[in-house]
């Protein structure tokens, strides 16, 4: 007799026409699945999954909770288009123009351009794009560029009084500098 071996959840099951809807994976073991009908963990095998769903106990929990539960279950995703428009809209206020300005452009943006119907930003948003997803690419950018070439700063009078500093400079040498621009 050939050895067992222990079958791991795979997330093409979820697509699956007899799974869809109610199959997820079990947090806490890996190898087993989780039925959201029936609240039970499942063996990891694709038999036993099929098994349950033909299973009389499975087929009155899917009747009872079926219909509401696909309800619940539904997210809507955002179009590639509005986050690369939102994204292009932070660069644009990061280059030109003060946070404030966001909110009257995104209106702008909706009111006069078709496919910006979608996008849904303001100050907030636009501040966390521009921290969490913008500052670390460039400043990767920045990394690659700079190498260990040699090169300065020039750092413009800024009246900002928020709590974020912009750059802080520990040691005023050379070495420091890059080291502050480098491991940031």
Known sequence: M????????RREWLDHVKLKGW?????NDPSKSYCKYCKCVLAGKLSDLINHSESQKHKSSASIRGSCWRKLDFKPEKADSSKKQEIALALFTCQH????????????????FEDGKQIRMYRTKCTNIIKNVLSPHFMKELRIDIGNSKYSILIDESTDVGVVKLLEIENAD???????????
């Not at 050939?2 to 959840?9: A, E, G, R, V």
């Not at 199959?23 to 947090?27: A, R």
Request: aromatic share 8%.
């Open 2 to 9: 050939p050895p067992q071996y222990q079958q791991k959840f």
């Open 23 to 27: 199959l997820t994976q079990y947090e």
């Open 97 to 112: 123009s003060s946070n404030n300005s966001v909110d009257h452009l995104t209106e702008l943006c909706k009111s006069n």
């Open 174 to 184: 050379s070495e420091g500098i890059a080291k502050v621009i480098i491991e940031e």
